[in-house]
C-alpha cells in the first residue's frame, strides 16, 4: 500500500516547485508528494490515484489558474476524495474569493502567498489537517474493491469467490457514494457491475473467475507441460494429495475449478477432524494445507476446469475448458460432489438472491436480526444453523423426515438443542419460492397432510445431499449409476478384470479402470464421505502412485 498523496496544483512552475519542495521537506518520509501544472493535469491524477486505491489526504490549490481555477478543481475533486482536506492558496487581493470558497467547496483553509518561513505559516496548518483526515476511516488501508448491486446474484458470485480464495476484499454498492465515485473514476456506470479494482487499480467490469484469479494473485497457469502427478479438484482429498505428493518428490500440480478447501472450505466449523479438539473452520483448514502444500513445491491453479481426460500410451491428457492442456504420468480425480438444487418452482431464478447452495457465509452479517431457512437434515445443514444462530434473530431449520437422529451426527443436535433461536421443523419441504429482486416469501408443505403455509422470508441456505459432477469422464473412467467413480476390487466382476485393462495385475485399490488414474474421496464410489477420509485417500493415493510409477 503506497503512503497517502498530498496533491499541490498551480500553473506557476516556480511557485509550483517552492510548494512541493517545502511539503516533501516535512512530510516527504510519510506522504506522497504530487504535483500538477493544471487543474485538468491534477484531475487526471486524482483518477489514477482513485482506482489504484490509494489515498489522498490533502490537496493544496493555486486560486488563479487558467481554465480551471482553484475552487473549481477543489469541487472537482471533491467527487472524487471527499475526505481530503482542501487549501487554497491565494494572493492577498483575492481573499474575498478565499472565503466564498469556504462555503462552495467547503474549504479547510486558506493560505496568503508567500507562506515563508514554512514553520511558521505552512506546516503548522498542514499538521492538523493531517492529523483530522488520519482520523477518517477512509484513511485506513485498501485492498481489492468490489462494486455491485445488494441483490445481484453475479455480485455475489464475485464476492463468494474472493473469500473462497482468501482474497481480502472491500465491498461497496454502486449506489453509495464512494461506490459511485469509484465507478466514475473507472469510466463505469451502475449498468457494468459488477466491477472489481484490482489492488494495481486496474478496474475489471464484469470479470470472470480465470480473470479474477489471474488479477488477484492466484495462480492460473501451470509452469510446466508435464508432472508426474496431476491433482484435479482442491478438497480435502486434493490437497492431501498434493501435499503427500509434492513432500515426496513428485513434480505436482493442483488444478482446482473454484477455490481450494472444496465442501469442506465451507463448512463454518469441523469440530470432528483429528488434532483440533476446538474445531477448526473450513476455510482456516483449507488455508494451511494450501500453504502446506506450496511449502513443499506444489503447483496451485484456481478458476481451471478440467473438462476432459485421454490416455495417450502410457501417458495422461488433462484438457481445460480453454482448450489448453496438461500431460502427466498419473492423475488423481478428487473432484468430490457437488450440492443437488432444489427444483421448487420460482427458486432457480433467486439463487445467490436470498437462495443459496452451501452456507455462503459472505452473507452471514447481512441475516443480522431476520429469519434465515435452511433446508437440510446433515450435518453440514446441522452446521449452518448452529453458525447462522449467532447473526439471525431465527434459525428455522425445515427437515423432510420426522427428526434429526437419522442424519445428524449426536454432538449436532446437542448443540442445536440448546440454542434457543434455531427452531427445527419436521416433515417439512419447501415447495415454492418468489420475489422480484429477492427473496420475498417461501412456500413450506408439511409433507405428511400436504398443507402449505406461505411464510415471508429473504434467506433460504440448501443443503439437500450431493452428487459427483463426473459427465467428463463418462468413456474415460468406469462410474457407478449415480456417477462415483469405481476403484479397486469394485471394479472386477466375477474374478474378472475391468473391460479395456491391459495390465498383467489388478487394479491397485484406489486405482480406476485407467491404470495410472486414481480416485480419491467424495467422488470415489462408496467412500466415507468425511474430511478425514478424503485427506487419507489423498496420502494413499501418492502411494499408490508411486508404486505404478516404479512398475512402468
Ligand atoms: C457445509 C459442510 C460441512 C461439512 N462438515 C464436515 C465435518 O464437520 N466433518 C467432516 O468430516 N466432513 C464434513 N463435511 C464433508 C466433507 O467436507 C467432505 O467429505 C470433503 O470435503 C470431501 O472432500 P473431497 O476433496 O473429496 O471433495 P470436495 O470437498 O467436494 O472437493 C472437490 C473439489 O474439486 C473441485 N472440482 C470439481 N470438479 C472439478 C473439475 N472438473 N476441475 C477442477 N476442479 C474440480 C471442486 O470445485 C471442489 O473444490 C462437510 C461438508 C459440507 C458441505
Redesign the pocket.
Known sequence: MANPVILTVDDDPAVSRAVARDVRRRYGDRYRVVRASSGEEALTALREIKLRGDQVAVLLADYRMPQMNGIEFLEAAMDLFPTARRVLLTAYADTNAAIDAINVVDLDHYLLKPWHPPEEKLYPVLDSLLEAWAATPEAAPDEVRVIGHRWSAPSFEIRDFLARNLVPYRWLLADEPEGGRLLTAAGADPADVPVVITVDGSALVKPTEAELADRCGLSTTPAADFYDLVV???????LGAAVYGASEGLRTVL??????????G??SR????LGFPDGVS?SQLADRARRQALKFGAELLTA????GLEAAGATRLLRFSDGSSIAAHTVVL????SYRQLSAPGLADLTGRGVFY??ASTEAPNCAGQEVYIVGGA??AG??AVYFARHARRVHLLVRGPDLHRSMSHYLIEQIERIDNIEVHPHSEVVGGEGTDHLEQLVICDNRAGQQRTVKASWLFV?IGAEP?TD?LADVVARDARGYVLTGLDLSSDGRRPAGWSLPRDPYPLESSLPGVFA????RADSI????S?VGEGAMVVSLAHQYLAAQ
Do not use: C
Not at 469441523?270 to 477432524?273: P, V
Not at 478428487?334 to 460432489?337: K, N, P, S, Y
Open positions: 484435479v479438484g482442491g478438497g480435502p482429498a486434493g488444478v482446482e475449478r473454484q477455490a481450494t478447501g472444496g465442501q469442506a465451507q463448512s469441523i469440530e470432528n477432524y473450513g481451471r476446469d478440467v473438462i478428487a473432484t468430490g460432489v452451501g452456507s450435518n453440514s452446521q449452518a443443503f459432477r467428463w480419491a474421496g467424495d467422488v464421505k468425511r474430511v478425514a478424503a
